[in-house]
Nanobody, 127 residues
Framework: EVQLVESGGGLVQPGGSLRLSCAASGFTFSSYGMTWVRQAPGKGLEWVSAINNGGGSTSYADSVKGRFTISRDNAKNTLYLQMNSLKPEDTAVYYC????????????????????WGQGTQVTVSS
């Protein structure tokens, strides 16, 4: 069974940090580009970041560039998102998604475009 399971969310004060993880199973993780997408309360899905299958190429939304870092460990079948200098506007449910197509990984927020989509982890940035 193809599965993506996010973890690491929680409540953090503005300026704080969190590291999200996405554990993958049921497919060849090292062959897939990976994407983080978020959804703030009452808003649509927002593309956050992507990394190619080997980890050598990454891309970020302007809203998180310089604060978030995407990485992966193919030996552990795990994707990460290190989030620093968090702001209240980063409050959202964060989802990870997998696709073999880099063009989709860096552009899409449509779950139908991805081979797999996680259940999400809540990040709340508040004092």
């Amino acid at each position: 069974e193809v599965q993506l399971v996010e973890s690491g969310g929680g409540l953090v004060q503005p300026g704080g940090s969190l590291r999200l993880s996405c554990a993958a199973s049921g497919f060849t993780f090292s062959s897939y580009g990976m994407t983080w997408v978020r959804q703030a309360p009452g808003k649509g899905l927002e593309w956050v970041s992507a990394i190619n299958n080997g980890g050598g190429s990454t891309s970020y939304a302007d809203s998180v560039k310089g604060r978030f870092t995407i990485s992966r460990d193919n030996a552990k079948n795990t994707l990460y998102l290190q989030m620093n200098s968090l702001k209240p506007e980063d409050t959202a449910v964060y989802y990870c998604a997998a696709t073999p197509y880099w063009g989709i990984a860096v552009l899409s927020t449509d779950p139908a475009d991805f081979g797999s989509w996680g259940q999400g982890t809540q990040v709340t940035v508040s004092s």
